[in-house]
């Protein structure tokens, strides 16, 4: 007995339809043909959603809440009329001339200077020059500076030795006094921004 017979032997032992008779072939070939031409629906898929998805679907609706949230909270007001803050503004004075000029150097400016910006002059009514700030190289961050001119400073302002409206300027302070001899003026005087690149 080769292993093949002793494996059929096996299974038609454990076979429960062993002792049925066979079917009819007649039979066999009508169930074969049912079989073949009868269409039957697919089983309808239930609605119901699994646990998982349920939880994920929550947690996306809470995130999204939660961004619209912040949104509402953090977006910009551009209603008419709303409140807008007022610029911050700086005063310094422009003394006079006060003694002859030392040549300007990049470590002095450092030292001395507690304030340093660039600006472009918006107004002057007087003797109040109106800076509009356009960078701060040392200071409190300011959105608009105004000099007092006291004196007569067109001979140690660097460029045309005066404030004019519209033209863009380096000034440096100390203690809310203007830096003259070379420390402020017009932004295209020679040599005067590679002082400020140095110092700041």
């Given at each position: 007995?080769?292993?093949?017979?002793?494996?059929?032997?096996?299974?038609?032992?454990?076979?429960?339809?062993?002792?049925?008779?066979?079917?009819?072939?007649?039979?066999?070939?009508?169930?074969?043909?049912?079989?073949?031409?009868?269409?039957?629906?697919?089983?309808?898929?239930?609605t119901?959603?699994?646990?998982?998805?349920?939880?994920?679907?929550?947690?996306?609706?809470?995130?999204?809440?939660?961004?619209?949230?912040?949104?509402?909270?953090?977006?910009?007001?551009?209603?008419?009329?709303?409140?807008?803050?007022?610029?911050t503004?700086?005063?310094?004075?422009?003394?006079g001339?006060?003694?002859?000029?030392?040549?300007?150097?990049?470590?002095?400016?450092t030292?001395?200077?507690?304030?340093?910006?660039?600006?472009?002059?918006?107004?002057?009514?007087?003797?109040?020059?109106?800076?509009?700030?356009?960078?701060?190289?040392?200071?409190?961050?300011?959105?608009?500076?105004?000099?007092?001119?006291?004196?007569?400073?067109?001979?140690?302002?660097m460029?045309?030795?005066?404030?004019?409206?519209?033209?863009?300027?380096?000034?440096?302070?100390?203690?809310?006094?203007?830096?003259?001899?070379?420390?402020?003026?017009?932004?295209?005087?020679?040599?005067?921004?590679?002082?400020?690149?140095?110092?700041?």
């Open positions: 007995m080769t292993d093949d017979d002793d494996l059929r032997t096996r299974l038609h032992r454990a076979d429960p339809a062993a002792d049925v008779p066979p079917t009819a072939p007649d039979r066999v070939s009508r169930l074969l043909e049912k079989t073949m031409t009868t269409t039957t629906a697919a089983p309808r898929r239930t119901a959603l699994r646990p998982t998805r349920l939880i994920t679907l929550a947690a996306a609706a809470v995130v999204l809440i939660a961004a619209l949230g912040t949104w509402f909270v953090l977006r910009p007001d551009n209603t008419p009329g709303a409140p807008v803050a007022a610029p503004v700086t005063e310094i004075t422009a003394p001339i006060a003694a002859k000029c030392a040549e300007p150097t990049a470590d002095r400016l030292e001395a200077a507690d304030l340093a910006f660039a600006g472009t002059v918006t107004t002057i009514d007087g003797r109040i020059v109106t800076l509009e700030v356009t960078n701060v190289f040392r200071g409190a961050p300011t959105d608009v500076v105004r000099v007092a001119q006291t004196g007569d400073i067109s001979e140690t302002m460029g045309s030795g005066k404030f004019e409206v519209g033209r863009d300027y380096l000034v440096a302070s100390s203690e809310g006094s203007m830096l003259t001899c070379g420390y402020s003026g017009e932004a295209s005087s020679p040599g005067l921004a590679g002082l400020y690149d140095t110092a700041f």
